[in-house]
């Protein structure tokens, strides 16, 4: 039976290679060879959960501008610690323990880092969350 850290790692897009620098931070090092492949690869759900997110708010999201969209997007994260967690959560809960064990000491700066990836591909997903529309 294969270690959970062994079919974390084997469900992963391919790391993003070319992100990686030897000059890096170690904080800009797990950004690009660990949070993003998890970002990437939780796409669907992260999506699925915003527009989860915006049915409970009425689906005012639906009836904005894009400018508006975007405003709204990023004061969900902002400002929803119960929204934003969820969405944090749903990426360290595919750490392998030695990532989650160097995550531990950095939190604080690799949740900010981690929070402006999502915001931004939601962002970049705006057009198609508009199309995939309320449900319910």
Avoid at 50 to 68: A, G, I, Q, R, W
Avoid at 86 to 93: A, F, N, P, R, T
Avoid at 129 to 136: I, K, Q, W
């Amino acid at each position: 039976m294969q270690s959970r850290d062994s079919s974390l790692n084997a469900i992963r897009l391919d790391r993003i290679s070319n992100t990686i620098k030897s000059e890096m931070s170690s904080e800009e090092y797990f950004q690009n060879s660990v949070l993003r492949p998890i970002i990437k690869f939780q796409n669907d759900l992260l999506l699925a959960a915003f527009l989860n997110f915006s049915n409970k708010y009425k689906n005012v999201f639906f009836d904005l501008s894009t400018e508006k969209k975007v405003n709204y997007i990023e004061n969900a994260i902002a400002k929803d610690s119960t929204f934003r967690n969820s969405l944090k959560d749903m990426i360290v809960g595919l750490f392998t323990v030695d990532e989650y064990n160097q995550y531990i000491p950095n939190a604080s700066a690799l949740n900010k880092r981690m929070t402006g990836i999502i915001k931004e591909r939601l962002i970049s997903h705006v057009q198609l969350l508009s199309e995939m529309g309320p449900t319910a």
